[in-house]
């Protein structure tokens, strides 16, 4: 029992969907990236080779992360800001 307009209420709906989306593709994204990394970790120990780039290549999976979040988080005023004038 929601004491918002429908109008409004759907518009919420719709946003949190498109939020949620986002989410689950950046967690496959996540997912595929870490899968990767370390598909290729073992390539290098089975060469014999060291891993000093693993720590790196975690701290440039942050980096990205929260690049990508900054930009999500930026989209989603701008939505915000656009939705709530119709309103």
Known sequence: DSKLPSAVRNTLLELFGQIEREFENLYIENLELRR?????????????QTIDGAELSKGQLKTKASHSTSQLSQKLKTTYKASTSKV
């Open 36 to 48: 990767e990394i370390e598909t290729l970790n073992e390539r290098l120990a089975g060469e014999g």
